[in-house]
């Protein structure tokens, strides 16, 4: 047996891989499977071409899994192509270099091969677990087997030996246990299984291992006598049903694939199945969810679809394939196509990653739209769990991804109570209309109770409800819909009269120039100024704001933690000079009583807050001072 060193700078190339770039332990059983299924296929293609190879070749190629706890040894089989003593020590003598990655070379361009490997290093990943590593193999078109064995240290040993069919054996020496890392466990038939399923399921040629399980051996009228039972069974499932023909898989089928891999309760809003072939080719399907995830608005929620090469999974969360206003979707993709890094678990940040999240995002929103067109119940469901979501969506990032989802927002209206799309809601605007009028509030029924709404009901302009803290902040990074700018009726320039009755309005408040200065002054600084209405018909007051924060604005950040620099709103107080109320407070002042004026100035600023839904400074002084005037 001879001795030789490790020709790729030795320990410290080595230690690198084992111990810096996977970042979890059990992906070793998913890079010593791989390469097992990457050992088959070579075969399989090479047997396409040599008569050698297709007589060697195993009827049905298989990778198998063994465990000795004796031992403590895990062992993987493989029927593949297997190593000369030239390819043992180019392939594992030299760390970093790759079998897999050089048969691609070789190939043609026209050629296809669904070689997973391309970096060498995930045979290194078994000395995460194990503190010798054997391995047996005999090539299909030669005589002599071969042992390569190491401890992971500085060097390898290769000897010639006995093995009677083609393929590969990696026997892993596992560690002993810690306090911190129990080794032993990977010779659990549970522990195996699950890895298998979760990193390998899709592997194409059947993985193999011995697994238990209970079977009645009683006779017939005898009691039940159960009896644990092992046999050989394949644990993969090998073909995803992602790559299965739409015409092969029913609705039924991807309802259960979706509630057993993602953990849902109920059947998906909708599934969308891609199958794109060209710059980059990939297959994903992509679920909807009918129910919010009991942890959607939590920080433990992680947004990402699960993401593949070639049966492999590569991330369970590869949250660049989905923008955070479809955060909610769950789904799979799988590319032959992707650059993956060195540790096979991370993704560079590459042109094929952009160019299929680009057309993940296509197909969500066209779906969806596609739902909002023909089945409003079933939009109105979807839009119940995450349209809040979406409009975040629209508001964040200064409204840089307004586009992607403007034509999927829906607000409730006056125009029948229900929710209307922006599309609609222009279709239906009067020709003479210029604005998208909206008004907030915490509910349909407040916002229909508000002072301002009556001139433009009258009017007959439609009004959006926006009922959610988000609604203004979508409206102020929309900006305007097909050239129709949003404005809120609250506005102080709401633009809801007609030019002869803002001249009206405009001498009214030039005649009440004095009253309005004072009514201004009376309360120290709590308004910018009162005006006379443009928009109040039958009520006594209102308030408007000038400038950038609107009310509600104003609510929600009052209602953000922290009690410092939040912005406050610049309050307009808007009188009615046809209202009794207007009538009384004008005789107060004319008639010299500027205290009664001052105290009915007071009274109707309070009474514009309530409307508005904001706080009361001193109820008690509220309340005495009407019980003064009584």
């Known amino acids: 047996m001879e001795k030789k060193t490790f020709k790729a700078e030795s320990q410290r190339l080595l230690d690198l891989m084992i111990n810096s770039i996977y970042t979890h332990k059990e992906i070793f059983l998913r890079e010593i499977i791989s390469n097992a299924s990457d050992a088959i296929d070579k075969l399989h293609f090479v047997s396409l071409t040599d008569e050698a190879a297709r007589q060697k070749m195993a009827d049905n190629p298989a990778i198998n899994i063994y465990t000795d706890k004796e031992n403590n040894t895990l062992t993987v089989v493989d029927d593949g192509i297997g190593m000369s003593y030239e390819e043992l020590e180019d392939n594992l003598g030299t760390i970093a270099r790759s079998g897999s990655l050089q048969f691609k070379q070789q190939l043609d361009e026209k050629e296809k091969s669904d070689i997973i490997g391309q970096f060498g290093v995930g045979f290194y990943s078994a000395f995460m677990v194990a503190d010798k590593v054997t391995v047996i193999t005999k090539r299909y078109d030669s005589d002599k087997a071969y042992k390569w064995t190491s401890d ?80 050989r069974e394949t644990i993969n499932s090998m073909v995803p049903i992602w790559q299965r023909p739409k015409s092969e898989v029913s609705d039924e089928d991807c309802n259960n694939y979706y509630k057993e ?125 995450f349209g809040r979501h979406v409009k975040y969506g629209a508001a964040s990032d200064y409204g840089m991804h307004k586009n992607a989802v403007e034509e999927l927002l829906v607000f409730y209206s006056s125009n029948d109570g229900k929710l209307t799309t922006l599309e609609s809601y222009v279709s239906r605007m009067p020709e003479s209309q210029k604005y998208i009028y909206y008004a907030c509030g915490d509910s349909v029924a407040k916002i229909s109770a508000l002072p301002q709404m009556e001139l433009a009901l009258n009017k007959g302009y439609e009004i959006l409800y926006f009922t959610e803290d988000v609604d203004e902040f979508v409206a102020q990074s929309l900006v305007a819909y097909k050239d129709k700018p949003f404005k809120s009726i609250t506005a102080e320039d709401s633009e809801l009269q007609s030019e002869d009755e803002k001249k009206d309005t405009e001498q ?123």
Not at 327 to 334: I, L, N, Q, T
């Open 261 to 385: 891999s993602f953990g849902g309760f109920s059947d998906p809003l909708a599934t969308i199945r891609v199958s794109a072939e060209g710059v980059v080719s990939y297959k994903a399907m992509l679920f909807i969810p009918g129910e919010l995830p009991y942890n959607y608005y939590t920080r433990e929620y992680k947004r990402g679809l699960q993401l593949y090469s070639n049966g492999v999974l590569i991330m369970d969360k590869c949250e660049q394939l989905l923008p955070e206003y479809f955060g909610f979707v769950k789904g799979v993709v799988d590319s032959p196509d992707l650059s993956l890094n060195i540790s096979r678990e991370l993704l560079q940040h590459d042109r094929q990653l952009s160019i299929i999240a680009k057309n993940i995002e296509k197909k969500i929103k066209n779906e969806l739209k596609k739902i909002l067109d023909t089945d409003m119940d079933k939009f109105e469901s979807f839009w119940k769990n």
């Open 508 to 630: 009214k408040q030039q005649d009440n120039k004095e009253l309005l200065n004072f009514i201004k002054e009376s309360l120290s600084g709590k308004i910018t100024k009162a005006v006379i209405s443009s928009k109040l018909v039958s009520h006594p007051v209102c308030l408007s704001t000038e400038g950038p924060v609107s009310i509600e604005m104003e609510k929600y950040f009052a209602n953000m933690p922290g009690n410092e620099n939040k912005p406050t709103s610049s309050k307009v107080l808007e009188l009615n000079p046809d209202h009794s109320a207007f009538a009384a407070l004008k005789e107060a002042y004319s008639s010299g009583d500027k205290e009664k004026a001052a105290k009915y100035s007071e009274i109707l600023y309070n009474q514009a807050l309530l409307i508005a839904g904001l706080p009361i400074e001193d109820t008690t002084k509220y309340c005495d001072l009407i019980c003064s005037l009584m």
């Open 152 to 231: 992971g240290v500085d060097g390898y040993a290769i000897e010639e030996c006995e093995k009677d069919k083609i393929g590969t054996e990696i026997i892993m020496h596992l560690k002993p246990d810690t306090d911190d890392e129990k080794y032993s466990s990977y010779l659990e038939e549970y522990m195996l299984k699950s890895l298998i399923k979760k990193y390998s399921d899709y592997i194409r040629h059947p993985i193999i291992m011995e697994v238990s399980s209970s079977v009645n051996t009683a006779k017939d009228g005898e009691d039940p006598k159960w009896e644990t039972v092992k046999s």
